[in-house]
């Protein structure tokens, strides 16, 4: 317990050499075989020290649950209502449409295989049913207007950072519901190995770990405040009579004043030297705790009702951000290009597809970010590689005049019905699927594929 408590530690101030924490003499191969096996010490190993292990290996193990877990569930041989769940969503109610229909199915349910069928604003029903381009597209926008800060529900830190909002009630009534319902789809994104770029603050993420943040996290919610209480702590005049501070704290909303009292009677309790200590970390315990006590925990039981929070606990609060937000390393061409797909007379050796990884090869870090993101949603590559990018990252052959049938394979390949063209290269982030002409040249590719991920011009609704 004391060294997992000084591996959080190190965690927000480092002061350990890299790799210090790992267990020395550990083979990663052989602690897999044995956590598979539920060999005693290596589960014991992991569930009480996973921060000696290395971090990839845990993703690894914590992957390998998920999949031992869904295959247990009732697969596509199963009968009709076991085999996942139908649920038709209106674009412009995305968030209560998915709320009514996903918020009171049972968490085996959220695990399995949800089928999304998008309607119309006049009610007709889009093409496309499936269990990964348009779920993952429908599950991105239902985070994305939930964590919107004009929605209500979320707010930003000082430091730009998501926690609940503590007036989430004024948003909507049913505000603790609706937590539970985010909570729930952020968990179906981690279970799905979506990336989501959410930069929730520290303290929060603390939570969804099953952890009850303190003084120390309390910069990733109010630096200045933090700042205030460590001068209360070290202040070397008289405590009481020159700050004038008592166990409460003063709360403003729409203009009217409220005092929280910080333990009984504490505004008749003055801060003095002695006490001082206390005030401090009640003052901290409130507003990181007490004060959004209910939005988080009906968050967190969303959460751990489709990620067991065991499961969570494999990782400390940057890797669990992690997680959540991709990796934040340079995208890899090389690896990316390694697992990629071809559509419709595009391979790997189309001298269109060449130029494109020759463009993207020659791109800077920031226009590889963008060029990830206009293709997937998101500007951070997957942990530990492409490969776990789900659905694959694909290339498909369009027509240069935007009619017609897409170039055939031999013509594709070689470059025959190359031509000039407005068209712009476009992407269906849903399927992670980039539409490419077939560009003239490799100068013409670069205008329009910067241009397109610079401006968003080529974004398509899948």
Known sequence: RLLGLLHERDGRRSFCADGAWLAPGVAPPRLRSDFNSNVPRARALVASCPWMLPFELRVEVFRELIVRERDALPGEAAPEHLRGHRVKIRREHLLEDGYVQLAALPADAMKGTVRVEFVSGLGLAEAGIDRTGVFKEFLEDVLK?????????????????????????????????????????????????????????????????????????????????????????????????????????????????????????????????????????????????????????AFVAGLHAVVPPGWLR???????????????????????????????????????????????????????????????????????????????????????????EPTSAVMAFFGVGRKETGRLPTASTCFNLLKLPNFKSKKVLREKLLYAIRSGAGFELS
């Open 145 to 297: 207007r939930a964590f919107d800060v004009d929605r209500g529900l979320f707010a930003l830190t000082p430091q730009q950072r998501l926690c609940p909002s503590a007036a989430s009630e004024l948003a909507d009534p049913n505000h603790l519901r609706l937590f539970e319902f985010v909570g729930r789809m952020l968990g179906k994104a981690v279970y799905e190995g979506i990336v989501i770029e959410l930069p929730l603050a520290d303290f929060f993420v603390a939570k969804l770990l099953g952890r009850y943040p303190g003084f120390d996290l309390l910069p990733s919610l109010d630096a200045q405040l933090h700042a205030s209480l460590e001068q209360v702590k070290v202040y070397d005049g008289d405590v009481e009579n020159d700050l004038c501070l008592s166990f409460s704290v003063e709360e403003e909303q729409f203009g009217a004043r409220s005092t929280v009292e910080l333990r009984d009677g504490g505004a008749a309790i003055p801060v003095t030297a002695d006490n001082r200590i206390e005030y401090v970390h009640l003052v901290a315990d409130y507003h990181l705790n007490k004060k959004l006590a209910p939005q988080a925990k």
């Open 314 to 404: 494999l990782f400390s609060a940057p890797e669990l951000q992690r997680l959540v937000n991709g990796d934040d390393a340079p995208v890899d061409v090389g690896d990316l290009r390694k697992h990629t797909r071809y559509a419709a007379g595009y391979n790997a050796m189309s001298p269109t597809v060449r130029d494109l990884w020759a463009v993207v090869g020659e791109m800077g870090r920031d226009d590889r970010a963008l060029f990830l993101k206009f293709v997937t949603s998101c500007s951070r590559p997957p942990l530990l590689g492409f490969a776990h990018l789900a659905p694959p990252f694909t290339i498909q052959c369009v027509s240069s005049d935007g009619e017609g």
